[in-house]
């Protein structure tokens, strides 16, 4: 393709001609410039040109964004240029729809489209990748730091936050970005360039909502790890190498253990401890939630054996159960049969479903295996209550038998008025339906006494015992149960 630069010669070129050749060269060279451009790339220019400009809504096709930013890669790189690339997502894109309809959050992304395209120059481009997500491709300047990346990713933010005014209702979002300065990839493609932005958005979204990050070499790190997990996770899954650990549950009425719940630890043989936050992501991406919950089913059923006859007291053990488990038209079957091979009875496992699964669900597969578990005696949780706008109607419709209330309610409830509001706002709820309630993440004494005070019939968290594997778990509840004749006993609001 013919760069920009070399157009700067051609006066020059033409006056030669014209004093060699007289103005018959010069008429020549003007018939003839054309046609050789277009055959050595300038028809790619001015395709490429023309895509920016026949642009809907301020935006440019999806599958055209990928030339732009190859030809903006190309040029910056040549020209001793900067460019960056910008993806933006909504927060919480997941529940816009079920909130606001479809109608409206399709006129909620038409206009944040074009408030993005306002925010940039007109030889920048947009592209809506994705229903919730964004990305844009800066053209190329002389000058383009870190700080005025920022600000331009700022600015992007500030369009998005703008309140919507749609069908008389003002809607709030935000949006995390991530960004990629073409600096950062000279001896690389404009494909890794793409890649990096996309990394950088992940890192955003990882500690948003509302965030933004700059690439780095960390985050690359970080996704080749990621990746090797995926590899792992398999083999992982089959060696015991992932296995429940047992986080205590107590009655905040007489302050005995009134269940555990079983959560994935993954010990890897090198790296030792690998955080949840790390291995989960891997194993939903490589399909094995379900495996997952059969593994962590098998070993709660195995814990309360053992407890059974070790003759300590633990009445039930909580698994979580993920939308894909959740959708197995085989899942009550193979619940009934691993209790049955245990021979424990269905009141003894606590299905926990999070509230974000409820919300969404239909009247489908999902709800059916929900319904059954509980005519089959189990016990359905509702996990992090309050925020996954799950109606009071989803409640009674899941015949939910406790909510677990979400931590960011629990935290400082027993130093900020308006935390202690919300709890007993939740309480009062729960005893209307005759709903027991559990609270999260319960960190300290004032925490734990507030709660008992206001009503909650169980508390779990770090303040009361923090994940253990299964062979301290004994020690744990011997330590625990010789508090309890020692400890005054926490009178709270039982009027259930």
């Known amino acids: 393709m013919i760069k920009p630069v070399l157009l700067a010669l ?26 050789v451009y277009m055959l050595l790339g300038g028809a790619n220019a001015l395709s490429d040109r023309s895509i920016a400009k026949s642009a809907t809504r301020g935006l440019i096709r999806r599958e055209d964004y990928r030339a732009v930013v190859g ?36 006129e909620l992304l038409d206009k944040i489209s074009s408030r993005l395209a306002c925010v940039l120059r007109d030889n920048d481009v947009v592209a809506q ?42 809607i709030y979002v935000t949006a995390c970005v991530g960004f990629c300065q073409s600096a950062r990839m000279l001896r690389r493609d404009a494909e890794t360039w793409n890649e990096a932005a996309d990394l950088a958005l992940a890192e955003a979204k990882s500690k948003g909502p509302n965030a933004i ?28 190498e992932i296995r429940a650990w047992f986080q205590p549950q107590i009655s905040t009425d007489t302050g005995l253990v009134s269940g555990f719940e079983a959560l994935a630890r993954w010990e890897h043989p090198k790296r030792g401890m690998i955080p949840p936050s790390e291995f989960l992501p891997a194993i939903e991406q490589a399909g094995l939630l379900e495996r997952l919950a059969e593994v962590m089913m098998y070993h709660a059923f195995t814990a309360l054996r053992a407890w059974d006859t070790n ?10 159960f993920a939308g894909p488990e959740l959708n197995n038209p085989g899942l009550v079957e193979k619940v009934k049969w691993e209790l049955d091979r ?23 597969m999902v709800t059916r295996n929900i319904s059954a578990l509980n005519a089959l005696g189990c016990q359905i949780d509702l996990d992090d209550f309050g925020t996954g706008h799950a109606s009071i109607a989803s409640i009674r419709r899941f015949a939910v038998s406790r909510i677990k209330i979400d931590r960011s309610f629990v935290i400082k409830s027993d130093k900020d008025p308006e935390q202690q509001r919300m709890v007993s706002a939740i309480l009062t709820m729960a005893e209307r339906l005759g709903v027991e309630t559990l609270a999260e993440g319960v960190e300290s004494a004032g925490e734990h006494a507030l709660l008992a005070q206001l009503g909650c019939d169980h508390v779990q968290g770090f303040g009361i015992g923090k994940p253990m594997p299964f062979d301290q778990t004994l020690e744990w509840i011997a330590a625990h149960t010789a508090k309890l004749g020692d400890a005054p006993r926490i009178l709270g609001n039982r009027s259930r």
């Open 71 to 106: 030809q903006s890669f190309v040029q910056a790189r040549d020209l001793g240029q900067m460019s960056a690339l910008f993806a933006v997502e909504i927060d919480e894109s997941d529940v816009l729809v079920d909130r606001y309809g479809q109608s409206a959050t399709t």
């Open 311 to 320: 003759g300590v007291s633990v009445p039930r053990v909580g698994v979580n």
């Open 129 to 170: 990748t994705s229903d919730f997500r964004f990305e844009i491709c800066l053209a190329p300047v002389r000058h383009l730091d870190l700080e005025l990346c920022i600000q331009i990713a700022g600015r992007l933010q500030s369009a998005v936050e703008e309140p919507v005014s749609v069908e008389g209702s003002a």
């Open 213 to 240: 990050r700059a690439f780095s070499a960390d985050q690359r790190r970080q996704s080749e790890t990621r990746a090797g997990l995926r590899e792992e996770v398999t083999l992982a899954l089959e060696k015991g």
């Open 10 to 35: 051609l006066p020059a070129a033409l006056l030669g001609g014209y004093w060699i050749g007289g103005e018959t060269t010069l008429m020549g060279a003007a018939l003839l410039f054309p046609a």
């Open 342 to 364: 245990f021979n424990l009875s269905p009141d003894r496992l606590a299905v926990e479903v999070l509230e974000t699964v409820v919300a969404r669900a239909p009247d489908d």
